[in-house]
């Protein structure tokens, strides 16, 4: 069935340091792979998208790569900040958006 | 920045009580969302609503579920014999055309007792 997978669960690293967030989905149909930021008690804020026209897009220090064939998108934040301490969840659509587990950032200062 | 409007953010209730869970999508969107997040876990969907009637349901969707546009403003989600199962976080969604991008409300937080 439609399925989004989303690694690790946790991350943790020290401030400056890089950090990876994958995800694979099942449904070669979809065509669209945004990135939501969950910070306690509020809802997911969209941070980055993309659309499977596109290889790789970045905003200041985030950035998504999306491999078609491979069927998986990855999300790389650089020079990390206490302040991107939240849940990340990817997600793809299929019609509708289905969200990965999500994954939880700590960003040690 | 519009933004999508949710009330209440706390909602109690009693196992068996009905409850609806109100929102505003934000005002030239199209098409309306809910979905729900139990502690801890993945946000799941629920239902998609457009042109006035469901155009996508989940099987978490159940007959005691139901949504509506009462008006040009709010789309309700009605909960008809809640079950402790039902607690959760509840987050409505609205988007303009197909392809843009989904932007969600603050969520209520529903805990069924």
């Known amino acids: 069935g439609e399925n989004v997978e989303q690694h690790p669960s946790t991350l943790s690293v020290q401030e400056g340091d890089s950090a990876v967030i994958k995800c694979t989905y099942s449904?070669?149909?979809?065509?669209?792979f945004p990135w939501y930021k969950q910070e306690l008690g509020k809802g997911p804020q969209l941070i980055i998208d993309i659309r499977s026209n596109v290889g790789e897009k970045k905003d200041q220090r985030i950035a998504v790569t999306l491999n078609k064939t491979a069927k998986h998108f990855s999300l790389h934040i650089t020079e990390t900040q206490p302040e991107d301490s939240a849940v990340y969840f990817c997600?793809?659509?299929?019609?509708?958006?289905?969200f990965g587990q999500g994954t939880e950032l700590s960003v040690k200062p | 920045e519009p933004e999508v409007t949710q009330t209440p953010s706390h909602q109690v209730t009693q196992m068996g009580q009905e409850v609806i869970l109100r929102c505003v999508p934000i005002?030239?969107?199209?098409?309306f969302y809910w979905y729900r997040q139990i502690l801890g876990q993945k946000v799941e969907f629920l239902v998609s609503f457009y042109n006035n009637e469901i155009s996508e349901k989940s099987e978490i969707f159940d007959d005691q579920f139901s949504v509506e546009r009462p008006d040009g403003s709010n789309f309700t989600l009605k909960i008809r014999s809640t079950k402790l199962e039902d607690s959760a976080m509840y987050f409505c969604a609205s988007r303009g055309l197909p392809g843009e991008k989904l932007f969600f409300g603050s969520g209520t937080q529903l805990s069924v007792l």
């Open positions: 449904d070669s149909a979809s065509n669209y």
């Open positions: 005002s030239n969107h199209l098409y």
């Open positions: 997600a793809a659509r299929m019609g509708k958006l289905i």
